[in-house]
């Protein structure tokens, strides 16, 4: 099981104001709505845009480019079928810490299972 790392200091990040920061070679957005400190992937899911750009709302984003609004508490999009990648949060000694969601809902793969007729492993 992955363990907590740390990825930036509370006093780094201002209430309703997005903070980009990168891990390795991931770029996460950190968004402190007042009450709660949120950490996910910095591109919308459906077609990469910059969400510290998008507009944010409490417990929601909603991107710039397409207007694709995402749940920050679960990720899901609203109206849309696209899932915003969240990291679990952990706050100690004034440090935000994350660790990956395990995702309930596995990739899906787009042709699970196709078979061609005349496939030789068609039965």
């Not at 709505?33 to 507009?55: I, M, Q, W």
């Not at 920050?72 to 952990?90: D, T």
């Not at 395990?102 to 042709?111: G, P, Q, Y």
Request: some cysteine; hydrophobic content about 30%.
């Amino acid at each position: 099981m992955s363990e907590y790392k740390f990825l930036i200091n509370i006093n780094e990040v201002k209430k309703g104001t997005p903070r980009q920061v990168k891990m390795g070679l991931k770029k996460l957005t950190v968004y402190f709505n007042g009450e709660k400190y949120f950490v996910f992937d910095s591109h919308c899911p459906h077609a990469r845009a910059d969400l510290t750009k998008a507009k944010y709302d409490k417990n929601q984003v909603k991107c710039h480019w397409h207007g694709y609004i995402f749940n920050l508490e679960n990720g899901e999009g609203k109206g849309n079928n696209f899932h915003l990648k969240l990291y679990k949060v952990k706050i100690e000694d004034d440090k935000i810490f994350i660790k990956e969601k395990k995702e309930e809902k596995e990739d899906l793969l787009l042709f699970p299972e196709v078979k061609f007729k005349g496939d030789k492993n068609d039965k």
